[in-house]
């Protein structure tokens, strides 16, 4: 299970560990937000810091209906205990936890400030 909590700003948010390719680390904390399709989003200088390997370039249609285009790079995301392989958008916001990153888990949220934010892995085959 993966832990988080709600802020003073009502947002919800993850805490957990990144690596990049040379072994750099850090911790970061992302917000969840739902309207993302992708896995995780890093703001440039954590992209840079970690040293992240350039994959390709996206394309996002935003609210307003304006296209977006952004770089998208290959990280490891400490998850349930396991280094997992992640797609991350490069963007000039917070981080973000996108859908992609939460499919197949349950997320529970005590809309609170300091409520509990749970994602945990769905049972398979039930």
């Known amino acids: 299970m993966i832990t988080g909590v709600v802020t003073g700003d009502r947002d919800a948010v993850l805490t ?3 690596r990049g390719p040379a072994g750099n680390e850090c911790d970061i904390t ?4 739902t309207g993302f399709d992708g896995m995780l989003s ?3 200088a954590l992209v840079t810091s970690l040293g ?3 994959r390709q370039q996206g394309r996002a ?3 307003d209906g304006r296209e977006s285009l952004f770089d998208i790079y290959e990280a490891r995301l400490l998850w349930e205990g396991c280094w997992r392989r992640v797609s991350v958008d490069e963007t ?3 981080p973000l936890v996108g859908t992609a990153l939460l499919d197949g ?3 529970k949220i005590q809309f609170q400030i300091d409520g509990a934010v ?3 892995p769905l049972l398979k085959g039930i």
Do not use: K
């Not at 992302?30 to 937000?33: E, G, Q, R, S």
């Open 30 to 33: 992302a917000l969840i937000d």
């Open 52 to 54: 992240l390997i350039y």
């Open 42 to 44: 890093l703001p440039r």
């Open 61 to 63: 249609l935003l609210a």
């Open 105 to 107: 888990n349950e997320l």
């Open 118 to 120: 749970t994602v945990s």
């Open 92 to 94: 000039g916001t917070w």
């Open 16 to 18: 957990f560990r990144v």
